[in-house]
């Protein structure tokens, strides 16, 4: 592809290369439902995505989230449901139609697609915070542990246990920290999509009294370089309000909006 312009090439190139198989590398099962792909996770987890809703009308949309939701529910040891939603999509009545299906939604993020050359810079960090891969796997349960914090969830060892298995099985995905005084104060993943473009970084979590300081900033550009020795050159994220400005001063672009909704049984 040649070089990327505009939002809007940028948003055909997410929906062309990365709403495929390609959107869920550690999934361990996949079924189809129409346009639907209805995909199981380690940890007991569901998750729906499409391309596209092929145009289905609100009654055929309703059908679908049904038959989702059936689909998972069959199998005991499914215990929440995310239902991955676009703001470009053309899904009439989806919204309601999951509300009345006891999904609940989550906050709106950004869709943010951009070059990954221009997250590279060299930030200058407080002084003492070093910022450094974890593989280890006490670091890999520390880093979830704090994530889940800053985030507002529970922790549990089922979340740190389906990310070392995924770091197990060597697909690419790379886990990076920010520490000060031996403690994790700011996290996020690296994901290399197999044959597309794109890397995407996940996961970014800063502690609250460490933000505006540059550390999410020194953590991204670490990603970005390890994603440019791996030979990706576009960089997407799903980006809530604290980290989308940072990266829009980066030079990446706001192309749509997404928003999950989840169910727990």
Known sequence: MGAMINADELLRAYDDQLRTDAETPSAIGVERLGPLRLVT????????????????????IAGLVVGALAHFTADPEITRVEWKT??????????GTLLANDFEADDVESIMIGEASALVAEVPLPEGVTVRRVTEESEVRAMCRMQGEV???????ATADAVLARLARGDGMELWVAEADGSI???????????????????????????????????TAARARSAIAMGKRLINSDSTEFSRPILERSGLVRVSTTTPYRWRR
């Open 41 to 60: 996770f380690a940890g007991g987890r569901g998750f729906v995505t499409y391309r596209d809703l092929g145009g289905a009308t609100a009654t055929e």
């Open 151 to 157: 985030f507002g969830d529970v922790f549990s060892d």
């Open 185 to 219: 104060v700011s996290a996020g993943r690296l994901e290399p999509v197999p044959n597309t473009e794109f890397a995407g970084i996940w996961g970014g979590a800063t502690r609250e009294d460490w933000r505006g300081r540059g550390v999410y900033r020194a953590l």
């Open 86 to 95: 676009r703001g470009h999509d053309a899904a009439p009545g989806l919204h």
